[in-house]
């Protein structure tokens, strides 16, 4: 996850930074549905984990687009209370979210 985007990051943007680190299979900023400007997050999604280490060290506390941004794996959400949290993926993640 990456977060601190200037509202002004687009999705072509964090590709184009982060693919000096390895091979981005996904990348997407978040976007407000009314004004189409970055909520200020989004995420970015390697090939392998290796490789998203490497933007994760890469990126994190560094400038884009004028603003210092926060790279770190993502964490899935909490269930809201009162609800069991689903299983497991069947499978490892690979890169980050």
């Known amino acids: ?5 200037s509202k002004r990051t687009t999705s072509e943007g964090l590709l184009e930074a982060f693919s000096k680190f390895g091979q981005v299979v996904h ?4 976007t407000d549905r009314v004004s189409g400007y970055s909520k200020g997050f989004g995420f970015v999604r390697y090939a392998t984990l290796a490789e ?3 933007g994760i060290n890469g990126m994190d506390g560094k400038f884009l687009d004028g603003w210092v941004i926060f790279a ?3 964490r899935p959400r909490a269930p ?3 609800q069991t949290p689903p299983p497991p993926p069947s ?3 690979y890169g980050y979210r």
Do not use: K
Request: overall charge negative; glycine content about 10%; aromatic content about 4%.
């Open 52 to 54: 998203a280490a490497e």
């Open 80 to 82: 809201p209370p009162g």
């Open 91 to 93: 499978e490892p993640p």
């Open 72 to 74: 770190e794996y993502a």
């Open 1 to 5: 996850m990456i977060s601190g985007l």
């Open 27 to 30: 990348a997407r900023v978040v």
